[in-house]
């Protein structure tokens, strides 16, 4: 299946007219797990080189997230036992923090959606170096990059939060202690950019 396929059923989702609409939402669904969907609908959502309008782009990402949802976790698929491939999968998590920075306001609200759902299923022991990433791009001085992993790292924070409700004990005391050893921003980063990723104050082994 190709990208331009893709493209096309996403444009006539768009249209006014109620057969051809319903039509290309019908070959989106049965297409949702073919290799590389996933893929194509992530690039047109947020690949700069792809040349689409921004709705077609927001459409993509609505449609990438339902895919995500659907198909990520084998273990609560809602589509008959389907699931994503692990080559697709790998590509969207190997790109979606990067992607985050450059996509449009509207197309990085989705994707922050398909990166919860994503962290809830492969972080840590899929998506190890997320952490680390989130840490090293919030001392850049790009705001646009600082301010995707501000949002990058609430959605990791949700997934923490949802997670200690849950898990043993000892678990969630793991994780706990894995985000406060983590790297925090720099000293120079804001107080207001510390109260939204809720930075510990200054205790023993731990730097503000």
Not at 24 to 44: C, D
Not at 61 to 83: F, Q, Y
Request: aromatic fraction near 4%.
């Amino acid at each position: 299946m190709s990208i331009d396929a893709t493209h096309g059923w996403l444009q006539s989702t768009l249209s006014a007219d109620q057969t051809q609409r319903r039509a290309a939402e019908e070959a989106l669904k049965q297409s949702e797990f073919a290799p590389e969907h996933v893929v194509h609908l992530f690039r047109i959502a947020a690949d700069t080189s792809v040349a689409v309008d921004v709705a077609l782009r927001q459409a993509a990402a609505i449609r990438m997230k339902t895919v995500i949802s659907r198909g990520w976790d084998p273990a609560s698929s809602s589509a008959d036992g389907k699931v994503l491939s692990a080559t697709d999968k790998a590509a969207v998590r190997d790109n979606l923090v990067e992607a985050m920075v450059v996509a449009v306001p509207v197309v990085r609200t989705q994707l922050g959606l398909c990166l919860r759902s994503i962290a809830q299923v492969d972080y840590p022991d899929n998506w190890p170096g997320l952490l680390s990433s989130i840490c090293v791009n919030l001392q850049q001085q790009q705001m646009e990059r600082v301010h995707s992993h501000v949002c990058i790292a609430c959605a990791l924070l949700h997934v923490h939060r949802s997670a200690y409700a849950v898990m043993p004990a000892h678990r969630a005391w793991a994780c706990s202690a894995e985000l406060v050893a983590s790297p925090p921003p720099s000293a120079h980063t804001s107080p207001a950019l510390r109260r939204t990723l809720r930075v510990p104050h200054a205790r023993q082994g731990v730097r503000v």
